[in-house]
């Protein structure tokens, strides 16, 4: 067998050296050959990027989705009556604080014109979401919210800035 295969080499490395048409025509093939891995290999990546677009669609949609239930949860909050019966909204927010266990954090709250002035600073994540959920369900509005991210010692802190109204 292997006797075989060696001839078979002989024989082709004879022919491709025999004549110049040849030389061309195995330069041809080889090529040809190139072309055609690399034209496989882009069809490859094309078929790749087309899949990571179609999966970053999903993910998209299912984020809309998200925030779409995220919206509908707090409409359903005013709904339940906890809209109007703030009488003290600095210390309502105050008391959320406290609930929540991020009073330490609190690096400023002030009562302006528009509302509830807030900053906070040093929170972890569960500190942010229990605050949301807080000031959601206790009937305020956050109407604008500045929210940073670091990272110390492994660990990811945040700073946030909100200004809280009262739903109407």
């Known amino acids: 067998m292997n006797q075989d295969l060696r001839e078979q080499l002989q024989r082709i490395r004879h022919f491709l050296t025999s004549t110049p048409e040849a030389r061309r025509l195995a330069l041809i093939l080889l090529a040809v050959l190139v072309a055609f891995v690399a034209g496989s290999s882009f069809m490859g990546r094309a078929e790749d990027a087309a899949a990571r677009v179609e999966l970053q669609e999903r993910r998209f949609d299912r984020l809309v989705q998200v925030v779409e239930q995220y919206k509908n949860q707090q409409g359903g909050a005013a709904d339940n009556g906890a809209a109007g019966e703030i009488d003290d909204p600095l210390g309502t927010v105050s008391a959320i604080l406290e609930e929540v266990g991020v009073k330490s954090a609190v ?6 014109r528009r509302g509830i002035s807030l900053e906070l600073q040093g929170l972890y994540g569960d500190g942010v979401l229990g605050l949301l959920r807080g000031v959601r369900d206790r009937g305020f509005l956050v109407a604008g919210l500045t929210l940073r991210s ?6 990811r802190l945040y700073m946030m800035q909100m200004l809280l109204e009262v739903r109407q």
Do not use: M
């Open 107 to 112: 690096q400023q709250l002030s009562s302006t």
């Open 150 to 155: 670091t990272r110390t010692e492994g660990e």
